[in-house]
């Protein structure tokens, strides 16, 4: 599974939006980009995850560069309770594919 | 999303015992799940996968004889640390995933504390 690279922190203002990025330079055709949460003390959350389109759910937006080789997590209107570490991991599909952890960011939503 | 329930959230132990922590997917039926620890400060570690039905897969460096894995059904993964010693303390995290090709959900974890 490719390697990805983030930013260690992050700050942002509540109510504002919170662009998180990631560097997945070596992905592969068929390797997904997932993105977790996990506030501390708990398990991770899955936010959501993409191939190359741009997804969109409840929580967040997962913006894809056509390349491929980086994405882009935005939370829209972040609030305190949104203040966590955010790994963005990238995997394969079928049976064998593996969630591997990074440092992930964290971000710190600030009143 | 789909509930992961791990059991128990918190567990103390004696050195040399041993501890069995459950994982269970209460609404889907997972076919793979996975084992992670995580030490303060620090990003979560995969320790194994195990598949229904067969045995478990473990990453290099975790000792199998130490970490017992089963995964006897397509709801229920167990972890048991044997003769538990006090660099085993952790936060134990399992995940379950309906199949290859859909997201994988978290328990909330087990903080493991030995002494």
């Known amino acids: 599974d490719a390697k990805t690279t983030q930013p260690p922190s992050m700050d942002c203002a509540e109510g504002r939006a919170a662009n998180l990025p990631c560097n997945h330079s070596?992905?592969?055709?068929?390797?997904?980009v997932y993105w977790y949460r996990q506030i501390h003390s708990q398990g991770p959350q899955y936010i959501i995850h993409?191939?190359?389109n741009n997804e969109t759910n409840e929580m967040a937006s997962l913006i894809i560069t056509e390349d491929r080789k980086s994405s882009t997590l935005i939370l829209p209107h972040a609030t305190l309770r949104d203040t966590a570490v955010y790994y963005c991991?990238?995997?394969?599909?079928?049976?064998?594919?593996?969630?591997?952890f990074g440092q992930g960011t964290t971000l710190q939503v600030k009143p | 999303g789909a509930v992961v329930s791990q059991h128990p959230s918190w567990v103390i132990c004696k050195s040399g015992t041993s501890v069995k922590i459950e994982c269970r997917s209460l609404?889907?039926?997972?076919?793979?799940m996975f084992w992670y620890r995580q030490f303060p400060k620090q990003s979560l570690m995969l320790m194994a996968t195990?598949?229904?039905?067969?045995?478990?897969?473990?990453e290099q460096g975790v000792e199998k004889d130490k970490f017992l894995i089963n995964h006897a059904s397509l709801t229920l993964s167990t972890l048991t640390v044997t003769s538990a010693h006090p660099e085993d303390s952790s936060f134990y995290i399992c995940?379950?995933?309906?199949?290859?090709?859909?997201?994988?959900?978290f328990g909330q974890g087990t903080r493991l504390t030995v002494v």
């Open positions: 070596t992905i592969s055709g068929n390797e997904y």
């Open positions: 995940s379950a995933r309906r199949d290859g090709n859909t997201e994988a959900f």
């Open positions: 993409g191939l190359k």
């Open positions: 195990s598949n229904e039905g067969s045995k478990a897969t473990y």
């Open positions: 609404d889907f039926q997972a076919t793979t």
């Open positions: 991991i990238v995997r394969g599909s079928g049976n064998t594919g593996k969630l591997i």
